[in-house]
């Protein structure tokens, strides 16, 4: 064997061709797994007058796929362990996009909530493995960037998906903008499948589900891992929450835009696109415990913004809130990719168990205090999540490193 043989193969660095290549099928990656997950999060109006359904009722047809995701996470984590990671991922791409193609032909409320309970269970193998992926072959110098990169994705995935539900459904029907995002989610998933390159650094776990309970307590031991865990369950509870019920405020007095304007105020999810991956060189210079809590105080003031009556002050403040979200989402995903310093894809699933989490259980309980107490009872909620964000936020900031690539 000669010595060449024998040294590992160099991780990938900015400006390679692997850089851009892997960049721009985790972008696909993140692009599709928000499109088809919160595709549904406009047309929940719809879906009230359709199915006759309280507010909180229709938020499930998002809570059903994001629990289910959550339980799942772990499982694909466990088994990429031993198949690979870009198998998985390509699959769970491509399953989850023809069941979102299914969801358009479903003949009632219970069974769409089926379906996209499937959904979140095949989508499992995209998140924690993508993140798995980065942790694995990208240069820890330039980690920040690509998971930047990889939540820009996410951002515009969100983004383009409740546009196109948006707009066709107020033009046409909900069922075909549901089809038009599944056929957009086959494509991303074939460049996907055609852009990423093979892992050069991932090595199989034997011990398969026999080594996920020494996995669960090395992590849920670590100092700073369950934080970041508490922080991803509370903040992406907050985001959803938001989002989820801005557009019953919207369409309703004294507002009363079309669904299609509804729609448009998704376009501030392209402030994510920038912000995750301003907040990832920032986190990379600086360190990410001195950037968490700063880029999450925009989202604070952004929330505060949205009590106002005047429509273009809650529009900029729904703008400062989803910019300090990705932003705080880049950094403390990046963080776990760093602080784990092994079996990462379990570490990123635990982490992505949470974010789900938060987003059935916060975005359930939040759809509650809208149906009682308006608006003002959603920013009450999502304020209280907040604060106790920012505490966790604080408490990290005095964590100490494990190194110097930690910070």
């Known amino acids: 064997m000669s010595l060449a043989s024998a040294m590992p193969a160099p991780r990938i660095a900015v400006g390679s061709p692997e850089f851009k290549r892997s960049n721009r099928a985790l972008f696909f990656g993140g692009f599709s797994a928000f499109a088809l997950l919160y595709c549904v999060q406009p047309l929940m109006p719809l879906l009230s007058h359709e199915f006759a359904l309280s507010a ?83 240069e820890p110098t330039s980690l920040g960037l690509s998971m930047g990169l990889y939540i820009s994705g996410s951002a515009f995935g969100g983004m383009a998906g409740r546009v196109i539900t948006s707009v066709l459904s107020d033009h046409f029907s909900w069922r075909l903008a549901l089809a038009a995002v599944g056929v957009a989610g086959v494509l991303a998933a074939w460049e996907f499948w055609r852009s990423l390159p093979a892992s050069r650094h991932f090595v199989p776990v034997s011990g398969g589900w026999r080594s996920l309970p020494a996995g669960f307590r090395l992590h849920l031991s670590d100092p700073g891992l369950p934080w970041l865990f508490a922080l991803a369950f509370l903040l992406m509870g907050a985001f959803v929450s938001l989002y989820n019920y801005i557009a019953y405020r919207l369409l ?133 999540a907040l604060a106790l964000a920012m505490l966790v936020a604080l408490r990290l900031r005095r964590l100490a490193p494990l190194g110097a690539a930690e910070r």
């Not at 938020?59 to 339980?71: D, E, I």
């Not at 409320?109 to 989508?123: S, W």
């Not at 760093?338 to 059935?360: C, V």
Request: hydrophobic letters at 55%.
């Open 56 to 138: 909180a009722q229709s938020s499930m047809v998002l809570s059903v796929s994001t629990a289910a995701l959550a339980v799942s996470l772990v499982a694909s984590s466990a088994l990429s362990e031993r198949l690979g990671r870009k198998p998985l991922m390509v699959a769970a791409m491509a399953i989850s996009a023809l069941l979102t193609i299914l969801c358009a032909f479903a003949h009632s409320y219970p069974q769409l909530l089926l379906m996209r309970a499937a959904l979140g269970v095949a989508l499992g193998g995209m998140p924690a493995i993508a993140m798995a992926y980065l942790g694995e072959e990208i």
């Open 252 to 384: 309703g007095a004294p507002f009363g835009l079309s669904q299609s304007l509804v729609g448009a105020v998704s376009f501030l999810y392209l402030l994510g696109i920038y912000s995750s991956v301003w907040a990832g060189r920032l986190a990379d210079r600086y360190g990410r415990r001195h950037v968490l809590w700063v880029v999450m105080t925009i989202m604070l003031v952004g929330l505060l913004l949205t009590l106002s009556n005047w429509l273009p002050l809650i529009v900029a403040g729904v703008a400062m809130f989803t910019y300090g979200f990705f932003a705080t989402h880049s950094v403390a995903s990046s963080w776990v990719g760093r602080r784990a310093t092994t079996n990462k894809s379990l570490a990123s699933a635990l982490y992505l168990f949470f974010y789900y989490l938060g987003s059935s259980v916060v975005g359930s309980a939040t759809g509650v205090m809208w149906g009682r107490d308006g608006w003002p009872g959603v920013v009450m909620v999502l304020g209280a």
